[in-house]
């Protein structure tokens, strides 16, 4: 934006800051394939923290070093990179663009101050980047853009800006408005001309980028008539948004607005999140030095994003919930951090990325970590003191050394064995908690089995340590299927889950079809008797019951009634009988499905004064339930949720069409925020089993749901009747 200042990053040292007011941490938005990853290299490389051909010197690529991202060629985790510039030292947080891992993308929106959407000139701008888009709006966080893939024989910068301002300045389009106009080189055979340069629409200036160094000139008055109309658009949207209310006056009057008052405001504009400038960048090409406009985007993200200083203070709590004063971004208060990532190294164990938001944070100190709100998924709460180990500065797969993280600045630390991602770290005598972040709900299950002796003496461990890092996927031990399931947001998610348990935990895991808790129930009233009568010589057993079952309404459970009369089934046999009916009502009476809400009345029985026992009345009532199930009508009943899809408007109508073509009841809809509507239904779990995944297909990416249990209904017969048949058990 001003006059530039180059100023490499050291390559053999770790960045560090002295004081809040030298750190800027931003994070990259945008979708898969947008150009964020190579966006971040570029900003390395003319930052000086990379060698010439944009590498790190192990040959790594300085944000993605895991290796399932390298097989994948895709980001699936948050990753940082430190660079510097003009004494600023810039923490580059490159999200995942793949709506699967987008816990890793709100990880990154908690430890940065700002926001880097990246879109691409050839796809254009989807609909999950409008959604975060519209988060950030809401809290405020300040935002710019920056155009990609300008190298695109089909790009058009100027088309793209035209549908960010559509977009993302839907309320207020002069507050997204160009900095820069790109500047053309001669058109190649297929007819597109690459750009090679920018006009700075404040300056004035001509930015040329064709050596592979930046170069500045006075432009020609051919390129000079080109900037005028989008100049005064840009100087006019910088005043509205300029707390000099005489400035506009001034300007309308005929007066020329010197370039640091317009430079000084648009920087205020952008930290207070009111106004969002669009930039356009590529990387560098044959050996340069520089990639195109990357020079001016270090010099808006360190002249006009925000520090962690102008951060609202952080609201924090007691371990027990007692109310703490907040606390603001000072190196010498209460210490306060959070753990944003957590990752396993194969050589120095779990590895956490640590937010410092208050105080500091040594090596070697003892710290409280405190982690509490996650336990639905897996996540118990805990308290606990801990050593830190190493601190470090990523750097691809190096960790530079640091002895210390100030408030506002970003570390890796070592050897912390209990914090997982969504902890707090504090002073061990001044114990905090900072409320979690919002994670999205894993909604897609992956039901899995150990696949050998060996791996299921390991799994345990390998799934506690795969949940600890992804508080966005849940554990849970089925009580009524007896399956070990995986929650996930979407099935890359689960593929990284299996791929990580094997690779580095060392467990092989099989997939099995996910089951729905069904149960069974009497579609009529029934008679049961039950007769338990051995006899092998010595102490027999010898036990008969006769009872009567009758259906109950939904919700009721198992009902037990003693009816016997004149002692036919002596008294201390009657909880006998009651024990083998309802064992036998857990393990079902048709097709292996837990009984429920039913009436199970004793009416008659006998008993032999020796040989009767405990053991064989149970075995008679078990006996007694099966045979009044084999004379009635079972009823499979299948668990209902209720499902309320949030999507924009113009995909209501497919989605109620999908609902309806599951077995879906609609019972309402209602408007959500501007043009969003809640799409609410009752419908069988059985139904969306896959809907996180559907429902991405049928909204375009932007639907979002949320489910919850709301009764057990009985199944369709001909539906019935296919799961029995898939269990070997006919009606």
Same mark, same amino acid.
């Not at 000139?217 to 948004?241: Q, V, Y």
């Not at 970003?410 to 972040?437: F, N, Y």
């Not at 009476?589 to 009345?601: E, F, I, Q, S």
């Not at 089993?689 to 919850?708: D, N």
């Given at each position: 934006?001003?006059?530039?200042?180059?100023?490499?990053?050291?390559?053999?040292?770790?960045?560090?800051?002295?004081?809040?007011?030298?750190?800027?941490?931003?994070?990259?938005?945008?979708?898969?394939?947008? *150009?964020?990853?190579?966006?971040?290299?570029?900003?390395?490389?003319?930052?000086?923290?990379?060698?010439?051909?944009?590498?790190?010197?192990?040959?790594?690529?300085?944000?993605?070093?895991?290796?399932?991202?390298?097989?994948?060629?895709?980001?699936?985790?948050?990753?940082?990179? =430190?660079?510097?510039?003009?004494?600023?030292?810039?923490?580059?947080?490159?999200?995942?663009?793949?709506? $699967?891992?987008?816990?890793?993308?709100?990880?990154?929106?908690?430890?940065?101050?700002?926001?880097?959407?990246?879109?691409?000139?050839?796809?254009?701008?989807?609909?999950?980047?409008?959604?975060?888009?519209?988060?950030? @709006?809401?809290?405020?966080?300040?935002?710019?853009?920056?155009?990609?893939?300008?190298?695109?024989?089909?790009?058009?910068?100027?088309?793209?800006?035209?549908?960010?301002?559509?977009?993302?300045?839907?309320?207020?389009?002069?507050?997204?408005?160009?900095?820069?106009?790109?500047?053309?080189?001669?058109?190649?055979?297929?007819?597109?001309?690459?750009?090679?340069?920018?006009?700075?629409?404040?300056?004035?200036?001509?930015? @040329?980028?064709?050596? *592979?160094?930046?170069? @500045?000139?006075?432009?020609?008055?051919?390129?000079?008539?080109?900037?005028?109309?989008?100049?005064?658009?840009?100087?006019?949207?910088?005043?509205?948004?300029?707390?000099?209310?005489?400035?506009?006056?001034?300007?309308?009057?005929?007066?020329?607005?010197?370039?640091?008052?317009?430079?000084?405001?648009?920087?205020?504009?952008?930290?207070?999140?009111?106004?969002?400038?669009?930039?356009?960048?590529?990387?560098?090409?044959?050996?340069?030095?520089?990639?195109?406009?990357?020079?001016?985007?270090?010099?808006?993200?360190?002249?006009?994003?925000?520090? =962690?200083?102008?951060?609202?203070?952080?609201?924090?709590?007691?371990?027990?919930?007692?109310?703490?004063?907040?606390?603001?971004?000072?190196?010498?208060?209460?210490?306060?951090?959070?753990?944003?990532?957590?990752?396993?190294?194969?050589?120095?164990?779990?590895?956490?990325?640590?937010?410092?938001?208050?105080?500091?944070?040594?090596?070697?100190?003892?710290?409280?970590?405190?982690?509490?709100?996650?336990?639905?998924?897996?996540?118990?709460?805990?308290?606990?003191?801990?050593?830190?180990?190493?601190?470090?500065?990523?750097?691809?797969?190096?960790?530079?050394?640091?002895?210390?993280?100030?408030?506002?600045?970003?570390?890796?630390?070592?050897?912390?064995?209990?914090?997982?991602?969504?902890?707090?770290?504090?002073?061990?005598?001044?114990?905090?908690?900072?409320?979690?972040?919002?994670?999205? $709900?894993?909604?897609?299950?992956?039901?899995?089995?150990?696949?050998?002796?060996?791996?299921? $003496?390991?799994?345990?461990?390998?799934?506690?340590?795969? !949940?600890?890092?992804?508080?966005?996927?849940?554990?849970?031990?089925?009580?009524?299927?007896?399956?070990?399931?995986?929650?996930?947001? *979407?099935?890359?998610?689960?593929?990284?889950?299996?791929?990580?348990?094997?690779?580095?935990?060392?467990?092989?895991?099989?997939?099995?079809?996910?089951?729905?808790?069904?149960?069974?129930?009497?579609?009529?009233?029934?008679?049961?008797?039950?007769?338990?009568?051995?006899?092998?010589?010595?102490?027999?057993?010898?036990?008969?019951?006769?009872?009567?079952?009758?259906?109950?309404?939904?919700? #009721?459970?198992?009902?037990?009634?003693?009816?016997?009369?004149?002692?036919?089934?002596?008294?201390?046999?009657?909880?006998?009988?009651?024990?083998?009916?309802?064992?036998?009502?857990?393990?079902? !009476?048709?097709?292996?499905?837990?009984?429920?809400?039913?009436? !199970?009345?004793?009416?008659?029985?006998?008993?032999?004064?020796?040989?009767?026992?405990?053991?064989?009345?149970?075995?008679?009532?078990?006996?007694?339930?099966?045979?009044?199930?084999?004379?009635?009508?079972?009823?499979?009943?299948?668990?209902?949720?209720?499902?309320? !899809?949030?999507?924009?408007?113009?995909?209501?109508?497919?989605?109620? #069409?999908?609902?309806?073509?599951?077995?879906?009841?609609?019972?309402?809809?209602?408007?959500?925020?501007?043009?969003?509507?809640?799409?609410?239904?009752?419908?069988? @779990?059985?139904?969306?089993?896959?809907?996180?995944?559907?429902?991405?297909?049928?909204?375009?990416?932007?639907?979002?749901?949320?489910?919850?249990?709301?009764?057990?209904?009985?199944?369709?017969?001909?539906?019935?009747?296919?799961?029995?048949?898939?269990? *070997?058990?006919?009606?």
């Amino acid at each position: 934006m001003g006059a530039t200042s180059h100023q490499a990053g050291a390559a053999g040292r770790a960045l560090t800051a002295d004081r809040p007011s030298s750190l800027r941490n931003v994070v990259l938005v945008g979708h898969s394939g947008s *150009g964020k990853t190579t966006l971040v290299e570029a900003l390395a490389l003319t930052a000086g923290a990379v060698n010439r051909a944009g590498r790190v010197e192990d040959g790594a690529t300085v944000s993605d070093y895991d290796e399932i991202e390298h097989r994948r060629q895709r980001s699936v985790q948050l990753s940082l990179v =430190p660079v510097e510039w003009g004494g600023i030292k810039i923490n580059i947080l490159d999200t995942p663009g793949y709506a $699967d891992f987008v816990g890793e993308l709100r990880a990154g929106l908690r430890a940065a101050d700002a926001a880097l959407f990246v879109v691409s000139a050839s796809d254009g701008i989807d609909g999950a980047t409008r959604m975060v888009w519209d988060e950030c @709006e809401a809290v405020g966080m300040p935002r710019a853009i920056v155009v990609t893939h300008l190298e695109a024989a089909r790009s058009d910068y100027t088309q793209m800006t035209t549908v960010c301002g559509e977009i993302f300045g839907a309320d207020d389009p002069d507050a997204v408005i160009p900095l820069y106009l790109p500047l053309h080189g001669p058109a190649g055979p297929d007819g597109h001309a690459p750009v090679t340069g920018l006009l700075g629409l404040l300056s004035q200036r001509v930015y @040329e980028y064709a050596s *592979g160094e930046r170069v @500045e000139r006075d432009p020609d008055p051919a390129e000079l008539s080109l900037i005028t109309d989008a100049r005064a658009r840009l100087i006019e949207g910088i005043i509205a948004e300029s707390e000099d209310e005489g400035l506009m006056d001034r300007y309308l009057g005929g007066e020329e607005i010197d370039l640091k008052t317009l430079v000084d405001d648009l920087e205020r504009a952008v930290a207070r999140g009111t106004f969002h400038p669009v930039l356009m960048a590529a990387p560098a090409v044959d050996g340069a030095r520089q990639g195109l406009g990357t020079v001016e985007l270090l010099e808006l993200v360190t002249g006009g994003f925000p520090t =962690p200083l102008e951060r609202a203070a952080v609201t924090v709590t007691r371990p027990d919930g007692s109310a703490r004063p907040a606390v603001t971004c000072d190196p010498d208060g209460s210490l306060v951090a959070e753990v944003v990532k957590t990752s396993s190294d194969p050589y120095v164990g779990r590895v956490s990325l640590v937010r410092v938001f208050s105080g500091t944070l040594k090596a070697e100190d003892t710290v409280h970590v405190s982690g509490h709100g996650l336990a639905d998924r897996g996540h118990e709460d805990h308290d606990v003191d801990e050593r830190v180990g190493s601190l470090s500065s990523p750097f691809g797969k190096q960790q530079r050394v640091l002895t210390r993280c100030i408030a506002g600045d970003l570390a890796c630390v070592a050897k912390l064995t209990r914090a997982e991602t969504g902890d707090t770290l504090s002073a061990k005598d001044d114990p905090l908690l900072m409320e979690p972040w919002t994670m999205p $709900d894993p909604l897609l299950p992956l039901a899995i089995e150990a696949h050998s002796k060996a791996d299921e $003496d390991k799994l345990s461990q390998g799934l506690a340590r795969l !949940v600890a890092e992804d508080p966005t996927m849940r554990l849970e031990q089925n009580p009524h299927t007896h399956q070990v399931v995986l929650w996930c947001l *979407g099935e890359a998610h689960q593929d990284v889950a299996l791929e990580r348990l094997r690779t580095r935990y060392g467990v092989q895991v099989d997939p099995v079809p996910h089951k729905v808790s069904l149960r069974e129930t009497f579609g009529a009233k029934a008679a049961g008797r039950g007769r338990h009568v051995k006899q092998s010589g010595g102490h027999g057993q010898f036990a008969i019951c006769e009872i009567e079952v009758e259906p109950l309404p939904p919700g #009721s459970g198992i009902e037990f009634v003693d009816k016997v009369v004149g002692g036919a089934v002596p008294r201390q046999f009657i909880p006998s009988v009651e024990k083998g009916v309802r064992a036998q009502a857990a393990r079902g !009476v048709a097709a292996g499905y837990p009984l429920v809400d039913v009436r !199970v009345t004793l009416r008659d029985g006998k008993a032999h004064s020796v040989d009767s026992s405990d053991a064989a009345f149970q075995t008679a009532g078990a006996l007694a339930l099966r045979e009044a199930a084999a004379e009635a009508r079972i009823d499979l009943l299948e668990p209902v949720a209720e499902l309320a !899809v949030l999507v924009p408007d113009e995909y209501v109508g497919p989605v109620m #069409s999908d609902l309806a073509g599951r077995r879906g009841r609609v019972v309402g809809t209602d408007q959500a925020g501007p043009g969003r509507t809640r799409v609410r239904a009752e419908i069988p @779990e059985i139904e969306i089993g896959r809907y996180a995944v559907e429902l991405r297909s049928v909204s375009h990416g932007t639907g979002r749901f949320a489910r919850a249990y709301a009764r057990h209904e009985p199944m369709p017969p001909q539906i019935a009747e296919k799961v029995r048949e898939q269990n *070997g058990k006919g009606s």
